[in-house]
């Protein structure tokens, strides 16, 4: 039983192109996040959802768009892929937005723009 | 903004050979630290969880510890095997709601 999945686990593009990355978590949980691990292994939160709405938005560029259809489900769009967009995207989810709830994470999607 | 910092980078014992993994960060003001297991392509594995009041956290051969004071905690693992091998990360989450700051990791190499 997976708890927070991702898809596709691996994906190679080419710039200029359009791609999504699905998360799915069944654990019932109220907020979800995207982390961006660049090259240096530094995992850095992108955006956060609670219940379908935006609550935590990095400084991302708006080539950036995530998308929760419900709240088990937190997919990232990213459009118009950039070199610098090469990294590994974390899913993670939590009961809820207070500091006393734990994060589980996804497998990790490792995105490669060539 | 917080900081979090991990040495070394990269670490490399031959088996049962006891270490530490060290983690600074910057604004003392936590709720807690947690520290990560990575390996390649399986994500994130929670290891252990120090709340702000604890001082220390053991799990079977880990032990974690947290200074909040000085902004250090360590990650003590006692006899090392192969399967510790793999990129351990260190986090803190602030105290005002869920954000986690990442340190950029201790990549652990436990050779035969």
């Known amino acids: 039983d997976t708890a927070v999945s991702q898809t596709p686990k691996y994906l190679v593009t080419q710039m200029g192109n359009d791609k999504s990355i699905k998360c799915e978590q069944n654990l019932g949980h109220d907020t ?3 982390y961006k691990q660049d090259s240096k292994k530094f995992l850095k939160i992108m955006f956060s959802y609670n219940n ?3 609550i935590i938005n990095e400084t991302v560029p708006n080539r950036f768009s995530p998308k929760s259809p419900d709240k088990a489900h937190l997919n990232l769009h990213i459009n ?15 009961r809820g937005t207070g500091r006393a709830y734990e994060q589980y994470f996804g497998p990790g999607t490792r995105l490669t723009v060539t | 903004k917080q900081e979090v ?18 983690c600074s960060f910057t604004d003392s003001a936590i709720y807690n630290l947690q520290w990560f297991r990575q390996d390649p392509g399986k994500g994130l594995t929670s290891l ?5 009041s604890q001082r220390e956290q053991t799990s079977g051969r880990l032990n974690a510890s947290l ?14 095997q192969p399967g510790d091998s793999a990129t351990y990360l260190c986090a ?14 201790t990549q652990l190499t436990v050779n035969p």
């Open chain 1, 80 to 94: 118009s892929l950039e070199l610098g967009d090469s990294a590994v995207y974390f899913c993670a989810s939590s």
């Open chain 2, 48 to 52: 252990l969880l120090i709340q702000s």
């Open chain 2, 67 to 80: 200074d909040k004071s000085s902004g250090r905690s360590t990650l003590y693992i006692a006899a090392s």
């Open chain 1, 32 to 34: 979800m996040y995207w």
């Open chain 2, 92 to 105: 803190v989450k602030e105290t005002s709601g869920s954000r986690l700051t990442f340190g950029e990791g």
């Open chain 1, 52 to 54: 379908k709405e935006l």
């Open chain 2, 5 to 22: 910092t991990q040495i070394p980078a990269a670490l490399s014992v031959p088996e049962g050979e006891n270490l530490v993994l060290n």
